[in-house]
């Protein structure tokens, strides 16, 4: 299973879920293109250590999924495009009716419109190329819903509906499209959901964790970025050709309760 001589584009990949993607798809052999929407040294650095330790190229490319024009001109800059994985994502938490309003324009843009504009930038790259993977990374709220997250369970649903569509636009040409869907994974967006969460049910770290997160993961392990990164990895290889249009959980169960 070897992926030598594709570039894969993460977007939001210092961090969380999308370095361990990058980290995976670099192992596998691909050259990555990291995201964010920093510019600075340990942004850079990250790339450095990747290119490092798997023999690739790695580069990182400053751009903000907020924006439309800088979604594409990621891709026109990355030169190559063979696997995209969209990833950059953000999280707010409020009854709907008290939900800021520009925190719900902030999450649709870089949850939801970026994954149109990549990908709408992406799709000639790859058919040029005669070869393409799209992974979205939606969450088991593109399947399932939790209250006060309106805005990040109608942008995660919104993905998974995307995923399908372009799965079937590109159906005949060795282009797929599937959204993983994560449950919890430790990372930065989750650890700074934990004080809020302590203090509004009077629960000390471990309660929170095991009775409020992992409430619904039946597994009651978080799921891990490693495990994330390789089932893009499978996603990309030729025994995923035929899988399009599909979601895959990496939930421990949650979306079987
Ligand atoms: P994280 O906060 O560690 O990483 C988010 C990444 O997105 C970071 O690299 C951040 O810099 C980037 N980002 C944020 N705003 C951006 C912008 N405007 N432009 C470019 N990049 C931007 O979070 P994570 O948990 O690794 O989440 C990654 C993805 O996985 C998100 O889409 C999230 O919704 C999804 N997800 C996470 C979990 C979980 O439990 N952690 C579960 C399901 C789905």
């Known amino acids: 299973m070897t992926l030598t001589g594709k570039t894969a584009v993460i977007t939001g990949s210092n961090s969380g879920i999308g370095l361990g993607v990058a980290r995976e798809l670099a192992r596998a052999g691909a050259n990555v293109v990291l995201n964010s929407f920093t510019d600075r040294e340990e942004d850079h650095a990250l790339a450095a250590e990747i290119a490092a330790e798997f023999g690739v190229n790695a580069r990182y490319i400053q751009a903000d999924m907020s924006k439309g024009a800088e979604c594409r001109a990621l891709i026109e800059k990355a030169g190559a495009c063979d696997i995209l994985v969209n990833n950059a994502g ?12 520009d925190k719900w324009d902030a999450i649709m843009a870089i949850n939801l419109n970026s994954v149109f504009h990549t990908t709408a930038a992406a799709l000639p790259v790859m058919r040029a190329a005669g070869w393409g993977r799209v992974v979205n990374i939606a969450s088991a709220h593109g399947l399932t819903a939790s209250p006060y997250k309106a805005a990040y369970v109608a942008a995660k649903h919104g993905v998974v509906g995307m995923s399908k569509t372009v799965a079937l636009e590109t159906a005949e040409e060795n282009i797929t499209c599937n959204a993983v869907c994560p449950g919890y994974v430790l990372t930065p967006l989750v650890e700074a959901q934990i004080p809020d969460t302590m203090k509004e049910y009077d629960m000390d770290r471990d309660q929170v964790v095991r009775e409020v997160m992992l409430a619904r993961q039946p597994s009651k392990q978080f799921a891990t970025v490693e495990q994330l990164g390789g089932t893009v990895v499978f996603l990309c290889s030729d025994a995923a050709a035929q899988m399009t249009g599909t979601t895959l959980s990496v939930d421990g169960g949650w979306t079987a309760l």
């Open 90 to 101: 953000i999280q707010f938490v409020s009854p709907i009716d008290e939900f800021p309003v």
